[in-house]
Protein backbone atom coordinates (compact mmCIF):
# COMPACT_ATOMS: atom_id res chain seq x y z
CA UNK A 1 0.00 0.00 0.00
CA UNK A 2 2.93 2.23 0.62
CA UNK A 3 3.89 2.16 -3.16
CA UNK A 4 0.45 3.25 -4.51
CA UNK A 5 0.46 6.16 -1.52
CA UNK A 6 3.91 7.29 -2.72
CA UNK A 7 3.04 6.98 -6.46
CA UNK A 8 -0.18 9.32 -5.53
CA UNK A 9 1.64 11.64 -3.99
CA UNK A 10 3.92 11.64 -6.43
CA UNK A 11 1.36 12.40 -9.76
CA UNK A 12 -0.04 15.34 -7.61
CA UNK A 13 3.16 17.05 -6.56
CA UNK A 14 3.79 16.23 -10.99
CA UNK A 15 0.51 17.88 -11.63
CA UNK A 16 0.91 20.60 -9.45
CA UNK A 17 3.91 20.90 -11.27
CA UNK A 18 3.02 20.80 -14.54
CA UNK A 19 -0.27 22.83 -13.86
CA UNK A 20 2.57 25.81 -12.44
CA UNK A 21 4.93 25.39 -15.42
CA UNK A 22 2.54 26.01 -17.79
CA UNK A 23 0.55 29.10 -16.07
CA UNK A 24 4.49 30.47 -15.63
CA UNK A 25 5.17 29.94 -18.77
CA UNK A 26 2.18 31.28 -20.12
CA UNK A 27 2.92 34.69 -18.33
CA UNK A 28 6.33 35.20 -19.56
CA UNK A 29 4.70 34.69 -23.05
CA UNK A 30 1.97 37.10 -22.27
CA UNK A 31 3.73 39.89 -20.73
CA UNK A 32 7.59 39.91 -21.65
CA UNK A 33 7.42 38.64 -25.12
CA UNK A 34 4.18 39.64 -26.62
CA UNK A 35 3.37 36.68 -28.81
CA UNK A 36 0.36 35.82 -26.64
CA UNK A 37 -3.27 37.89 -26.44
CA UNK A 38 -5.03 37.64 -23.36
CA UNK A 39 -7.51 35.82 -24.70
CA UNK A 40 -4.99 32.97 -25.71
CA UNK A 41 -3.18 33.06 -22.22
CA UNK A 42 -6.85 32.13 -20.67
CA UNK A 43 -6.38 29.16 -22.76
CA UNK A 44 -2.82 28.24 -22.49
CA UNK A 45 -3.56 28.29 -18.60
CA UNK A 46 -6.41 25.84 -19.09
CA UNK A 47 -5.17 23.69 -20.94
CA UNK A 48 -1.95 23.30 -18.62
CA UNK A 49 -4.16 22.87 -16.05
CA UNK A 50 -6.16 19.78 -17.15
CA UNK A 51 -3.21 18.26 -17.91
CA UNK A 52 -1.70 18.76 -14.31
CA UNK A 53 -5.27 17.43 -13.19
CA UNK A 54 -4.66 14.78 -15.64
CA UNK A 55 -1.37 13.43 -13.97
CA UNK A 56 -2.86 14.00 -10.51
CA UNK A 57 -5.57 11.85 -10.78
CA UNK A 58 -3.56 9.47 -13.64
CA UNK A 59 -4.57 6.38 -11.05
CA UNK A 60 -8.01 6.94 -11.30
CA UNK A 61 -8.22 8.14 -14.97
CA UNK A 62 -9.50 4.81 -17.29
CA UNK A 63 -10.37 6.93 -20.62
CA UNK A 64 -10.42 10.81 -21.74
CA UNK A 65 -13.56 11.46 -24.73
CA UNK A 66 -12.44 14.49 -26.36
CA UNK A 67 -14.61 16.08 -29.76
CA UNK A 68 -15.33 12.46 -30.77
CA UNK A 69 -12.71 10.55 -29.73
CA UNK A 70 -11.77 8.37 -27.29
CA UNK A 71 -8.25 8.06 -25.24
CA UNK A 72 -7.59 4.98 -23.42
CA UNK A 73 -5.53 4.35 -20.74
CA UNK A 74 -4.00 1.34 -20.24
CA UNK A 75 -4.96 -0.49 -17.08
CA UNK A 76 -2.03 -2.40 -15.70
CA UNK A 77 -3.70 -3.41 -12.69
CA UNK A 78 -6.45 -5.53 -14.56
CA UNK A 79 -3.53 -6.72 -16.82
CA UNK A 80 -2.25 -8.61 -13.36
CA UNK A 81 -5.19 -9.60 -11.83
CA UNK A 82 -5.66 -10.85 -15.54
CA UNK A 83 -2.71 -12.72 -15.66
CA UNK A 84 -3.47 -14.33 -12.27
CA UNK A 85 -6.67 -15.58 -13.23
CA UNK A 86 -5.50 -17.20 -16.06
CA UNK A 87 -2.40 -18.84 -13.54
CA UNK A 88 -5.43 -19.77 -11.43
CA UNK A 89 -7.42 -21.36 -14.42
CA UNK A 90 -4.64 -23.22 -15.71
CA UNK A 91 -3.33 -24.45 -12.48
CA UNK A 92 -7.21 -25.47 -11.69
CA UNK A 93 -6.25 -27.38 -15.70
CA UNK A 94 -3.56 -29.32 -14.52
CA UNK A 95 -4.92 -30.40 -10.92
CA UNK A 96 -8.26 -32.06 -13.07
CA UNK A 97 -6.29 -33.43 -16.09
CA UNK A 98 -5.02 -35.45 -13.73
CA UNK A 99 -7.86 -37.37 -13.20
CA UNK A 100 -8.71 -39.92 -15.26
CA UNK A 101 -12.11 -40.60 -17.38
CA UNK A 102 -12.33 -43.77 -14.92
CA UNK A 103 -14.81 -45.95 -18.03
CA UNK A 104 -13.37 -49.31 -18.58
CA UNK A 105 -12.64 -48.69 -22.07
CA UNK A 106 -8.95 -47.09 -21.05
CA UNK A 107 -7.87 -50.84 -19.61
CA UNK A 108 -7.18 -51.78 -23.33
CA UNK A 109 -5.96 -48.70 -24.59
CA UNK A 110 -1.83 -48.57 -24.70
CA UNK A 111 -1.22 -45.06 -24.23
CA UNK A 112 -2.67 -43.02 -21.06
CA UNK A 113 -5.36 -40.82 -22.59
CA UNK A 114 -4.56 -37.74 -19.84
CA UNK A 115 -0.89 -37.70 -22.75
CA UNK A 116 -2.81 -35.60 -25.60
CA UNK A 117 -4.70 -33.17 -23.37
CA UNK A 118 -1.37 -32.62 -21.08
CA UNK A 119 0.18 -31.86 -24.45
CA UNK A 120 -2.28 -29.62 -25.51
CA UNK A 121 -2.12 -27.73 -22.55
CA UNK A 122 1.42 -27.66 -22.08
CA UNK A 123 1.97 -25.86 -25.51
CA UNK A 124 -1.03 -23.72 -24.13
CA UNK A 125 0.87 -22.52 -21.04
CA UNK A 126 4.23 -22.49 -22.66
CA UNK A 127 3.29 -20.21 -25.60
CA UNK A 128 1.56 -17.60 -23.01
CA UNK A 129 4.46 -17.63 -21.06
CA UNK A 130 3.50 -18.82 -17.94
CA UNK A 131 5.76 -21.99 -17.71
CA UNK A 132 8.22 -20.87 -14.94
CA UNK A 133 5.33 -19.93 -12.74
CA UNK A 134 3.32 -22.67 -13.16
CA UNK A 135 6.73 -25.04 -13.02
CA UNK A 136 5.78 -26.85 -9.81
CA UNK A 137 2.25 -27.98 -11.11
CA UNK A 138 3.51 -28.98 -14.87
CA UNK A 139 6.18 -31.15 -12.86
CA UNK A 140 3.94 -32.87 -10.93
CA UNK A 141 1.42 -33.27 -13.56
CA UNK A 142 4.34 -35.10 -15.99
CA UNK A 143 5.69 -37.32 -13.44
CA UNK A 144 2.14 -38.46 -12.65
CA UNK A 145 1.08 -38.92 -16.36
CA UNK A 146 5.04 -40.24 -16.67
CA UNK A 147 4.38 -43.62 -13.71
CA UNK A 148 0.69 -43.89 -15.36
CA UNK A 149 2.19 -44.18 -18.77
CA UNK A 150 5.14 -46.57 -17.61
CA UNK A 151 2.87 -48.51 -15.72
CA UNK A 152 0.47 -49.50 -18.25
CA UNK A 153 3.41 -50.29 -20.73
CA UNK A 154 5.14 -52.28 -17.50
CA UNK A 155 1.63 -54.25 -17.34
CA UNK A 156 1.40 -55.12 -21.43
CA UNK A 157 5.19 -56.36 -21.52
CA UNK A 158 4.70 -58.46 -18.42
CA UNK A 159 1.46 -60.21 -19.54
CA UNK A 160 3.75 -60.89 -23.08
CA UNK A 161 6.69 -62.15 -20.70
CA UNK A 162 3.95 -64.46 -18.47
CA UNK A 163 3.24 -65.84 -21.97
CA UNK A 164 6.07 -66.49 -22.69
CA UNK A 165 7.33 -68.58 -20.37
CA UNK A 166 4.20 -70.71 -19.80
Known amino acids: MKTKEK???????????VAIAGIICGLLLLIYSEK????????FSLGFSVIG?????????????YGGGTLKFNDSASIVME????????????????????HWGSVFIKVDERVED???LFDEIERRGYLIDLKPEVIKSLNI????????????HNKHKNK???
Do not use: H, P, W
Open 83 to 102: SNNDLGTYRLLLSTNLKGSG
Open 164 to 166: MKV
Open 118 to 120: FCR
Open 145 to 156: IMVAQYNELALI
Open 53 to 65: LIICFADNIKEIN
Open 7 to 17: RSKNNIVSGIF
Open 36 to 43: MSGTEFVA
